[in-house]
């Protein structure tokens, strides 16, 4: 009698990268460091051949990838899917730090788009000759760099 993983159609890998948006490489890749299992391969072709249910793992991947995840931090995260509802905490953690890690980020961010906003306004000002605009980015610039040496930004 078959089973149902012996009767489910498994998918190439170009299928894979295609629906779940990572390149062949990196399919590849995470196979050789043990963050997907080995794929099982066709018998005759020898290529590649990746379950549904494979394909479904790596997609979450991609989408932890798309967040910033980096391979550690997905390693944990199927680590902890193994262990359930047990995990539930541990998993609330692995997100929350990532959570306050891109939150970080985009606190950067935005100080270096106010501080290039800055510099527009003073080439501006310096294009236009007015005087006035240049000295307030000015300002701003020199309260930016004091803010970014004082944080030890920069």
Not at 48 to 53: A, H, L, W
Not at 79 to 98: I, S, T, V, Y
Not at 133 to 151: G, P, S, T
């Amino acid at each position: 009698m078959k089973t149902l993983t012996d009767t489910e159609e498994k998918l190439t890998i170009q299928e894979v990268a295609r629906r779940s948006g990572l390149a062949e490489s990196t399919l590849r890749y995470y196979e050789k460091i043990g963050l997907i299992a080995p794929i099982e391969r066709d018998r005759s072709s020898k290529h590649r051949r990746y379950s549904p249910m494979t394909a479904e793992v790596i997609e979450v991947l991609a989408c932890l990838r798309g967040a910033g995840m980096g391979i550690a931090d997905m390693r944990r995260y199927l680590e902890n899917m193994k262990r359930g509802k047990n995990a539930a905490g541990d998993q609330r953690a692995l997100f929350e730090r990532h959570s306050d890690r891109v939150k970080e980020q985009i606190d950067a961010l935005q100080k270096q788009q106010a501080y290039l906003d800055a510099k527009v306004m003073l080439w501006s000002a310096r294009e236009q000759s007015d005087t006035s605009q240049e000295m307030d980015a000015i300002k701003m610039l020199q309260q930016m760099a004091k803010e970014l040496r004082d944080n030890g930004d920069i």
